[in-house]
């Protein structure tokens, strides 16, 4: 149980993250209106964080294909 609220305040983090960055990019693109600025920051922040964990869930792939194969070459 322990484990389930600490993504869920992961989650809620990013998410006041993404909303941080769509502020800022909504004024600091000034030369677009401010909602498609801040729709490109949201789509800059949601490719950031894709990229992020599919890095995470992939290292931590590897990482457990790696351990069966010692487990396996143990056993023989």
Do not use: P
């Amino acid at each position: 149980m322990k484990n389930i609220w600490r993504y869920i305040l992961l989650g809620i983090a990013v998410a006041v993250g993404g909303m941080f960055v769509s502020d800022i990019t909504g004024h600091f693109f000034n030369g677009m209106d401010y909602g498609s600025a801040s729709v490109l920051g949201m789509c800059m922040y949601i490719c950031v964080v894709i990229v992020t964990c599919t890095g995470v869930i992939v290292a931590k792939l590897s990482k457990n294909s790696r351990s069966e194969e010692s487990c396996d070459k143990q056993s023989d």
